[in-house]
């Protein structure tokens, strides 16, 4: 492989090799991509959990959550707060193998972590 074209540095982020100044942009992106996955799953997940909601409307929502939580996992695999809010939403649509396999993976990655209790708002 030969040398990267001049001005970009050895080090690649999603198939593109960058410059120093350009990796710290695609960290800061991958980061804000990360809170905005999860913090859409939490706010999903509440709409969804609102007493009255129509059935057609919750389970959609679910489903909108379990990808949003799909996609931070994909890019944080330690985010419990994902893997918990997957697992919620997996029970509500009546997949509890799925759901168990989400729980585990939260307590295995933080057996103390806040994610399984109820809390005021996306984080």
Known sequence: MGRPPQGLGEEEHGGLATTGDDSVRVEAARTLRIAAVANRAACTLTLAQQP?????EAEALYRHTVADCDAAIALQPEHTKAWFRRATAHA???????????VTA?????????A????????
């Open 52 to 56: 009255g909601a129509p059935a057609a």
């Open 116 to 123: 399984r209790h109820p809390h005021p708002g996306p984080s």
């Open 106 to 114: 939260c307590l295995r990655l933080d057996p103390a972590n806040q």
């Open 92 to 102: 509500a649509v009546d997949a509890p193998a799925a759901a168990l396999h989400d």
